[in-house]
């Protein structure tokens, strides 16, 4: 069931419905603490999806997920590990911390909402994809909800 609804405790109209994401915008305090770049999101948002197909994120896996090379991975997950975002373990891979967890479910959101934000206006997908990535850093916590409101919207149609 869909439904709007008007939280009292905040300017914004948020969207409920029966979504494990409904409440991951507005950003979590997780990202402000930590403000990261959006490389560093990305990389995050990365562990996050390669953890959920395969149950571990391993330096390779990241690797050919994001199309970069193994060592640069590697600088990666020691700096975001020095971050306290990950615990890396160099021949074991990488687990997301708490506050990792967060902010990359966070980006993740973006992601797909902006992902069928663009296929819904006719962005073929590789684009709306790829766009998505550039988009999901950037946009304000007002921009995703009410892009989330328009999407649910339409659906309802
Ligand atoms: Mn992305």
Not at 17 to 25: A, E, G, H
Not at 44 to 49: D, P, S, V
Not at 131 to 153: N, P
Request: hydrophobic share 35%; proline share 4%; charged share 30%.
């Amino acid at each position: 069931m869909k439904k709007y609804t008007k939280n009292p405790n905040s300017k914004q109209n948020l969207i409920t419905q029966s979504s494990q994401y409904y409440t991951m915008d507005p950003i979590p305090q997780a990202a402000y603490d930590h403000r990261l770049t959006m490389k560093e999101e990305d990389y995050l948002e990365a562990i996050l999806n390669v953890s959920l197909t395969k149950g571990y994120a391993k330096s390779r896996d990241v690797a050919s997920e994001l199309d970069v090379g193994p060592s640069s991975v590697g600088e990666m997950f020691a700096k975001l590990d020095k971050k306290g975002l990950v615990v890396y373990r160099k021949y074991e891979g990488v687990t997301l911390t708490e506050p990792g967890r967060i902010i990359a479910e966070q980006v993740k959101f973006r992601h797909d909402v902006l992902v069928e934000f663009l296929e819904m206006v006719g962005v073929p997908g590789d684009i709306a994809n790829k766009d998505a990535c550039f988009m999901e850093h950037e946009l304000s916590t007002v921009t995703i909800q009410k892009i989330r409101e328009f999407v649910a919207a339409k659906k309802q149609k």
